[in-house]
Each structure stands twice: as C-alpha cells, then as structure tokens.
C-alpha cells in the first residue's frame, strides 16, 4: 500500500478549473449535486479495488460505515488499516468550519479530513457522487476497479438546517419508503427530516398508553375522491390506515443515525388533533362525537385546553422523546380555528382567569405550556408561525409557512427560524403548467422557483439573519397517494432546496440556474439507477408574448442548453425556430424539443387571441398579490389563457380581498363590441368569482353583468357593450367575506382574473 500524503501537500498537483467538466478526459467529474463551494481538478485519477486500505477516525464510524457498504455495492471490499497504510483515510483538520470538509483524490490515494462526524459524512457523499451512477442501483455492479477522477474539493455548508419535511397523516407510506426518503436527503447532504406524524385524517405513531390513537385514529373510514374544490364531494368507501409501531420508529431512527440525519416528529397541536379526539373525545370542545376526518382541510374540533388534554399530551410526548433523540421537537400550532373555544365556558373561564387577551392568548398558554413541559425534558419546540400570535414561548423555533414575514417577526424578536413559504418551499403544489401534470393541491412552484429563494429576507439586518437556521422543502400528502407521486414532487425540486441551503442562495439567479440546470440533466442518471420517479420538466417550452411598438412577438425558450426547439404555426410547415415569432392574427403554435436529433419530453402547444388590446396597455388600482403575479398586469392583454383547471400559472393573477379596477389603454379610438374574460371560482381554496363586474368606458357608456357560476370552476364572462373609445375601465369588487360553514369562513375572498379580450 502507497502511503498517503496529506491533502496540503498534493495542493500544488491541481489546476485551477471553471465550472466546465472536461469531457475529454477518460475519468470525468460527474455533476455534483449540491455544488461544492471550491473545486480543483486534478491531473489523472485514483483506481479503487478490492483490498484498498481504510483508516476512519473513531468519531467519523458513520462515514466510515456508509463508505464500506457503499463500495460492497461495486463488489469492493476494503481493508481496515492505520493512517500511514491508508489509500482512503477519513480524518480530523479541527481547522475547518462545521460541517465542512477537505477531499482530495489524486492517483495516491483519497484523504478526506473534516473537523466534525457531519464533515466526515459529507466528503463521503460527494465522493460518492464522483463514482459510477450504476453503483446506486439495488444490485450494484461487479467491479473490478472503480476510476475516481483526480480532484480537490473544498466544501462547507452555507446553513445549518437543510430540511425536508414528509406528512404521513393524509397519506401513509411504509417504513421502506421513510427510510429511502431519509437516505436521499442524506445523499444531498441534507441533515433534518421533519416526520409530521398526527393529523386529522390519521394519527400514525403507536402510544402505549393510548392504544386507542393506533386502534381507531389511524384509521378513516374513507377518503376525498379527485380534488377538494370538485362538486360535489365523492369518497371511495374504502377503510384507509396505519401506524408505526416504537420498534419501527426505532429502526427508523437508528437508520437517520447513520445517514447523519435527525428525525424531528412533529405532534400537532391544539389544531389538526381530529383523529385523536374521535377516539378520546374528552380531549375536544365539542358536545358530541367525531370522526377520524375523511377529507382535507381545517376542521374546528381541536384540544380543549383542559387537565385532561396536557396530561395527555404530556404522556405521549414522553413516550415521544424517549423514541428520538432530536434537541427539537415539533408541536404544531397551525391553522386552530378558535370557534370552539369562542363558545367552550371552561376555555372563557380560563382567559378571564389567567388575565389572557383572548383565544389567540389561549393558544399562546397552550403552547407555553407544553414549551415548559419540553424544555424540563432538555428538548425544544418548533411550531408554525401561527406560534406568534398571542405571543410567542420563550425558547421557541418558528418554522415561517405563510410567506416569510413569520420568519422575520421572530428573527426581530430573537428567536430562532426555520424558513419553509409556501411561496418558495411548498412541493405539493405543482411544478408545471402542462395541462397533463398529475393532481395537486394547487399554487404554481417551478424548480426555479425555488432555486432562486433566499431563506434571509433582505430586511433582516445581519445580526437578525443569524437567527435564520435554514430552510426546508414540505411535502403534504393529501394529494400524493403513493410513493411514486411523492417522489414526483419532491424530485427535482429537493435537489434546488439542497443547493440553496448547502452551497448558499444564488446571487446571480439566471447564471447559476443555468448551471445547476446543466448538472440535473446529467443528475438524471444516477436518479434512474436509484428508481426515483423524479419528475423532468427539463425538456419543456416556455412562451412569452414580447412586445415591440405595435407588433406582437412570441418568444420561445427551453431551459436547458444544446437543444432546439422545431415549431408549426396554424398548421402550416415545421421550422426551426432561430427567432421571435411575429404574431398578427389569432394562432395555433405547435413546438417540441430536439436533443441531438431526437423529439424530447411533450409537445408544447398553445393557443393566442389576437384581440383588440393585445397591442394596448394595461393599469391596475392594486398590485396582484404577491404569489399570484406571476405573469405581471400584461398578462391580462397577452392573448393567452389560463389554464383550465388551475390558478397558479403565469396567466392568472390573484387578489386578496381587493375590488380591482382594470384600464386599458388601446392607444386610439377603438371600436369595440364585447369584453369578454374568465374568472376562477375554486372555493375550496378560498377563491370566488366576483358576484358581478362593470365596464365604464369613461363617456357615460356603462355596462354590467351579474355573475352566478353556481358550481362552476372557472366563470366565464361576455359583457356586451356598444362603444368607441380609446380607454375602457373594468371594475371588478371583490366577492366578500367567505360565508360561514365554508372553508375559509369569515376571511376575505381571493379574486383571481384571466385574459381579458376585447372584441
Ligand atoms: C397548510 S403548512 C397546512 C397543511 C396543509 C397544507 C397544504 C401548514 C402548517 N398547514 O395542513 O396540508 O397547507 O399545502
């Protein structure tokens, strides 16, 4: 065995290179997902076979274990050895940052030093990613030598919580799959799986003191059919359930120990608690008795703040702590309707006792008191942001859900936050807009969506930021029945999440997508060898209406370099497009992309209006709200529609409780008939088409249109009106607050408007 320099000495062997792999090289650096922050090629490679010597620092076991068995899956085998002896050694630079690590692989041998047991496990995932993707497939290969190209890669994360979340209350997935779901964040050097383990459809972890909660509460007697927002509601009759047992948990855990992730439960409260008060239902408010839920949604029955209630919840979190040995833990606090409390004597008695504002204050002792319960057992808590209203528990983390300004409110109060909007992390909503991507809950989050979060909102100052741990991808289930669809939605947009908390948020957005792009493609690979069902968008189109003086141009893009892009117009002869398509009447577009010759991913079509304020301008008396412009105020006179069936794309835009008046400018006297546009009509998600709309064009013509879309999802609208005008004005007041026994009840409802085309 040649003895091993260490890695400072070899320093003078590599070459500064850019980011550019050079594929004429026999061994190639593959793509590296996250991107480490500092990388040298180096001239050559090292070859591993069988017999190689290991030396692995006591304290770095578990990179040391994960290495050995990894390389079993290549037949190689490897040789315990001291530190001279070694061709592998993993050993400790307490010079570097957490975390962080130092690999060097040149034709001598491999050394990885790192300061901490993560460090450690975290050079061996990236030298995992330089090996043959084959390697990852459940038989592995029979190798006689691996070819490890010569590098030097400095590598430290950017925060120190990288997380993914995984709701199993909606829907149930086996301990295999929790555990596989572990190892892949792991592998993208991802340290916290956030297990949201109680809902109200089902509660899933086994209590010994309370048989009952695995018994009845991990079982519905049925379930939603199709999406929420479907009239009317149909189930499909059939029992659904099940739990993890302690002995699971435990396997489960002691499986997180070795892949250097922390498993933090999260146990909901005093909302989302269905499933556990039908089965003990002196724990809720109400009178009488409920199911385990069998649809989705926020329902009114949660805790009662009463005796039996913290007994209770302190025997199960007992039970919880003994099972996982996270510093946190997890207690909810989201979305608890405070209707119950409202009319529950003993919950007024206790304000009026405790001198409480009201039943935000309510919630706020409710948790305080669990916090104290926790932190007596040496354990912290994490509740969604709702934890700030009434005040929040001294020690507590806040994880920011509703948009970032949960984030920022507790970082200025000194707390600790993890970042997870639904503007940016939320990968149950849909990542593209093709009209064939499988359900989902609704919202629009494409993966450069969230490539481009920062989790430190630009207005923290920099002694605030440091209160901002990281960020984390969530994954709620009601829409994902099975293991596929999870990995559906969660792949590719983890690897962004990955990318962003490890290697840091992009400064230069549209340059390092590109890159980080450019490495997914190649990525690919070794997520087939792996069989994850990742989703590939890779090969999509986007169009975008350019304006230019008076003449409507149609832009054609595809994310990743290399390809072309071949197009019909109103079925006329394909061409390759080389440019801007000039657009005077109403078209038909056609347009696929070619891959070294080859049609790939879907045909993307599309259909423009060519209407009378397509070549005008267009002002609004509100701003969209935030999460719902993305195609900006021109995409109200673009020529294209929405989708049909949801609202989160480029083409609708979405308001908040606003009335919004709209005018367009046709730049001259324009003769017009009709006003015709589309409004979505999701109640489920608290969006209504306004009850009626007016259009004015400023000299007294004035028309109007009452709108009743009954079960409808989308309204469709035709207002005639007889004018020549140079501006029309279209006022569209908001529909109201949300009526009582409907989800949403007594907020402000959403008004979300499509194209408006001008005859
Ligand atoms: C809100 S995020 C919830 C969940 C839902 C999710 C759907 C949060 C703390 N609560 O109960 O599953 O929206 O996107």
């Known amino acids: 065995m040649r003895r091993i320099l260490p890695y400072i000495f070899l320093l003078g062997l590599f070459v500064q290179c850019d980011s550019k792999i050079d594929i004429a090289e026999a061994v190639t650096i593959g793509p590296l997902i996250p991107k480490p922050q500092e990388l040298q090629k180096g001239e050559g490679h090292y070859t591993l076979e069988t017999g190689a010597g290991l030396f692995v620092e006591t304290e770095f076991d578990v990179a040391g274990t994960f290495l050995t068995n990894y390389l079993k899956k290549a037949s190689i085998s490897m040789k315990t050895t001291s530190w001279e002896n070694g061709d592998i050694v993993i050993t400790r630079d307490s010079t570097l940052e957490d975390e962080g690590y130092v690999l060097t692989v040149s034709e001598g041998g491999i050394v990885i030093n790192a300061k901490d047991a993560s460090g450690a496990f975290y050079g061996v995932q990236t030298l995992r990613q330089l090996m043959p993707v084959d390697m990852e497939s459940s038989e592995g290969i029979q190798a006689s030598s691996i070819y490890i190209p010569s590098v030097l890669i400095k590598d430290h994360p950017t925060f120190s919580y990288r997380g993914m979340h995984l709701d199993v209350g909606r829907h149930f997935f086996p301990k295999e799959f929790i555990k596989e779901y572990i190892a892949n964040l792991s592998m993208l050097k991802m340290n916290y799986f956030h297990w949201h383990l109680t809902e109200d459809q089902g509660w899933r972890i086994e209590i010994k003191k309370y048989p009952r909660l695995t018994s009845h509460s991990a079982y519905r007697d049925e379930t939603l059919i199709g999406h929420y927002s479907d009239t009317p509601h149909k189930f499909d009759g059939t029992k659904y359930g099940g739990f993890y047992s302690q002995e699971d948990i435990k396997e489960i855990v002691a499986f997180a120990t070795q892949h250097n992730v922390t498993i933090i439960p999260e146990i909901e409260m005093p909302g989302h608690a269905q499933a556990a008060i039908s089965a003990y239902p002196e724990l809720g408010c109400a009178p009488y008795q409920v199911p385990v839920a069998t649809k989705w949604g926020v329902f009114e029955n949660i805790y009662c703040p009463n005796q039996k209630t913290f007994g209770f919840l302190k025997d199960v979190l007992t039970e919880v702590i003994e099972l996982f040995p996270s510093e946190y833990i997890h207690i909810g606090g989201d979305e608890a309707p405070k209707a119950q409390w409202k009319t529950c004597g003993h919950c007024q008695n206790l304000i009026q006792r405790l001198d409480l504002k009201d039943e935000h204050g309510l919630q706020s002792y409710f948790i305080k008191e ?390």
């Open 370 to 759: 669990i916090e104290t319960f926790l932190n007596s057992k040496g354990k912290n808590i994490i509740g969604w942001d709702e934890i700030l209203e009434g005040g929040l528990a001294p020690n507590a983390t806040v994880m920011s859900w509703r948009g970032v300004q949960g984030g920022i409110d507790a970082a200025q109060q000194k707390h600790n936050v993890i970042m997870t909007p639904n503007s940016h992390a939320y990968f149950d909503y849909y990542q593209a807009d093709n009209v064939d991507e499988p359900l989902a809950i609704g919202g629009f989050l494409p993966l450069k969506k969230v490539y481009s979060f920062n989790p430190i909102p630009k207005i923290l100052n920099a002694s605030e930021a440091t209160y901002i741990l990281g960020a984390q991808g969530n994954v709620w289930t009601e829409y994902m029945k099975d293991e596929d669809k999870v990995e559906y939605m969660v792949f590719p947009r983890i690897l962004a999440m990955s990318e962003i908390t490890w290697t840091g948020p992009s400064e230069n957005i549209d340059a390092d997508y590109a890159d980080f792009l450019a490495r997914v493609e190649p990525f690919h690979q070794r997520l087939d060898a792996l069989d994850i069902n990742y989703a590939n968008h890779l090969y999509g189109i986007d169009g975008t209406i350019v304006k230019d003086n008076n003449t409507v141009l149609y832009e054609l893009n595809t994310p990743t370099a290399g390809k072309e892009i071949w197009y019909t117009i109103n079925n006329s002869e394909e061409k390759k497009y080389t440019q801007p398509i000039s657009i005077s009447e109403g078209t038909q577009l056609k347009a696929y992309v070619v891959k070294d010759g080859e049609k790939m991913g879907r045909e993307f079509s599309q259909t423009i209006t060519y209407h009378k304020a397509i070549t005008g301008s267009v002002s609004l008396n509100v701003e969209p709200h935030s999460a719902y412009n993305a195609g900006g105020k021109e995409a109200l006179i673009n020529g294209i529609n929405g989708s049909d069936s949801r609202y989160g794309d480029s083409e609708w835009l979405g308001f908040w409780g606003d009335d919004v008046e709209i005018t367009i400018d046709f730049g001259k006297e324009t003769k017009i008939s009709a006003v015709k546009t589309r409004f979505y009509n999701g109640n489920g998600q608290w969006i209504y088409a306004p009850k009626k709309i007016i259009v004015e064009d400023g000299s007294g013509i004035v028309s109007s249109i009452d709108i009743d879309p009954s079960n409808a999802l989308i309204a469709e609208i035709s207002v005639p009106i007889e004018a020549t005008t140079r501006y029309l004005k279209i006022r569209v007041p908001n529909y109201g607050t949300i009526p009582k026994g409907l989800q949403g009840a007594g907020n402000k409802a959403w008004t979300f408007i499509d194209e408006i085309s001008i005859e």
